[in-house]
């Protein structure tokens, strides 16, 4: 079955500076990508996604994400981030009906 | 439209009872499935359904069983609720296999 593994489990940064959330699966047949985003005491909610086409994924929140079939990754970017995206990440890989989450990473924005 | 509704938000049981979590959703789609949050696992898939009268097994089925009786309703049953069983539990759905919408989770603990 595919895997996700999030390479880090916290991610501290200061407001307006960059960040990178990374992310890489394994599967032996072809799938579809996600990032979700879970803010305290709620359900995820679905940040973007790869199901075909331009690696580039643009998403809501001013995020974006690099699908790399070679490298098998599918990091998360943002270029400016606010105290508000303070949240856990998840990414997800999903093959038919089978949807395998990562452990998340939880980014932390700091004044 | 509310999306997807979970019944009940937080629930505190004693090892042996049972019960039964209730998922609904309106927006006609197809595929339902229960999810588990635990710290550090991200979420694992339970069981799912692609349709009414239809269920199949997940990655951690063992514990739990479930109905679909009606497109828009999933429920999850614990036949006897086990310590390990503590957890947050996610109901989702999908028009296909694609993104899916989660509902905001229910808390059970079993003591």
């Known amino acids: 079955a595919q895997s996700v593994t999030q390479l880090d489990s916290q991610v501290p940064v200061f407001e307006e500076a960059p960040v990178e959330l990374r992310c890489n699966y394994s599967s032996s047949v072809s799938v579809y990508l996600f990032w979700y985003v879970q803010y305290p005491n709620q359900g995820l909610q679905l940040l973007l996604k790869?199901?075909?086409?331009?690696?580039l994924v643009k998403g809501i929140n001013g995020f974006e994400a690099e699908f790399n079939k070679s490298q098998t990754s599918f990091h998360l970017r943002k270029p400016s981030v606010h105290i508000s995206d303070t949240a856990e990440y998840f990414c997800?890989?999903?093959?038919?009906?089978?949807?395998?989450f990562g452990a998340g990473t939880r980014l932390t924005v700091k004044p | 439209n509310a999306g997807v509704t979970q019944t009940p938000k937080f629930r505190v049981l004693k090892t042996g009872q049972s019960m039964t979590l209730l998922c609904a959703q309106d927006m006609n789609h197809e595929y339902m499935y229960w999810y588990r949050q635990d710290p550090g696992m991200g979420l694992r898939l339970i069981h799912y359904?692609?349709?009414?009268?239809?269920?199949a097994k997940g990655e951690v089925p063992d514990g739990y069983n479930v109905s679909r009786l009606k497109k828009q309703n999933f429920l999850l049953g614990l036949e006897s609720a086990a310590p390990s069983q503590t957890s947050v539990y996610f109901c989702?759905?999908?028009?296909?296999?694609?993104?899916?919408?989660f509902g905001p989770g229910t808390r059970l603990t079993v003591l």
């Open positions: 790869y199901l075909s086409g331009s690696t």
């Open positions: 997800a890989v999903l093959v038919l009906l089978d949807m395998r």
């Open positions: 359904s692609v349709g009414e009268g239809t269920t």
């Open positions: 989702a759905s999908s028009f296909q296999s694609n993104e899916q919408f």
